[in-house]
C-alpha cells in the first residue's frame, strides 16, 4: 500500500524560512521520495478563524502561498495542491467529528491557548478558532494521511486528530487511519526564531519573518536588523554565541560547519564584529534563496497558470474526500438514499 502525506499552510501571509526548514523541506524529501501520494492544502477556513474581518487578506495570500509552493520545487505532477474552502467534504466531516471532541479538550491544547494568548482575544474566543484542531482533524483524514510534516507547535494537532480517529474507528468501525507527525530533527526540533529574538518563534502573524520572496535587498536589511549580543558593543569585546540569532541562522543554514566553528570562536574571544559575521549569513542564505526568489519571480509573471494548478488539484482533492465521505457516512449508518 502507497502511503499518503498530508499538510498545508494558512494562507494568512507569505511562506517564510520557517515553513521552508519547519516543513517544507520535508514535504520535498518524501515527494522526491516517490513512496507517497502527497497532498498539500492551502487553508483558507482555517485562516479565516482569526481572519474573519479581513477576507481579502485570505484571498490574496491563497496565489501567494500556491507560489511560494512551486518555486521551493512542489511539483504538481506529483503532489496534489488544493484549495480548503472548496472541498466541501471537509466542512461535513468536520461537523462529525466536532462530536468526538470535548470543549475541555479544545481549552486544553497547548499551542491553541499560546495563539489565544498571542492574538489578545480575551474571553472572546471565536468558537471556530477554538475548534480549527477538529477541522484540521478532518484535513488530515480525509486522504487518509499517514504521515504530517509539520513543524513542532502542530504536535498537538496531530495528536488531537489521532484521538478523534481512535474514538470515530471505536464508534462506527475502522475508516479512519491515524497519522504520524514528522518533525525536523536538531536544531530545528524547535520553531525558527524570528529576527527580533530567540525566543520569539518566526511566524506570518507576529511580524517578524524573513520571506521566501523578499528581495535581496530586504534580505540585507533584515539580517541588518537581526538580534545579536546586546553586550557585544565593540568589535573588540567578547560576544555570547547562545541567544544570538545570527548564529542560530548560522548553524540551522550554513553547510561549512568548521567556518562556523571558526566564526563562533573568534565572536566569544573578541574582536569579530557583528556586520562580519552579518555578512557571511547572508551569503548563506542568499545563496540558498535565490534560486527560489528567480522561479519565484517568474511564476508570479502568469497566476492563471498559478490558479489552474490549484484548481485541477482541488479537483482531485474533492474525488479524495467525496470517497472518504462516502465510507464515513456509511459507517455512521447516515447513508440513506
Ligand atoms: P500564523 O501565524 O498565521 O499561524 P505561521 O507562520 O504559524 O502562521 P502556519 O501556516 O500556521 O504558519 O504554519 C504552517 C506550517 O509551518 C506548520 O507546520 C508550522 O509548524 C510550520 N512553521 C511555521 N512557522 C515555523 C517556524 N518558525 N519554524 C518551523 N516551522 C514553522
Ligand atoms: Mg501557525
Redesign the pocket.
Known sequence: MRKVLL????P??QL?L??Y???IKNRLALQASGDYDCYLLI?DVQ?LTDNFNDPQKVRDNVLEVALDYLACGIDPARTTIAIQSLVPALTELTVYYLNLVTLARLERNPTVKT?IGQKGFGASIPAGFLCYPVSQAADITFCKANVVP?????LPMIEQTREIVRSFNNYYGEVLVEPEALIPEGK?AQ??P?ITGIND??????GN?IYLADDEKVLREKIRQMYTDPEHIHVEDPGHVEGNVVFYYLDVFASDTAQVAELKEHYQRGGLGDVKVKNYLFEVLNAELAPIRERRAELATDPGAVMQVLREGTERANETANATLAEVRQAMRIDYF
Open positions: 499538510t498545508g499552510d494558512r494568512s501571509g517564510h520557517g515553513h526548514v519547519g516543513s487553508a485562516a495563539e509539520v513543524g513542532v507547535d502542530q530545528l520553531r525558527l524570528g518563534k518566526m511566524s506570518k502573524s507576529l519573518g
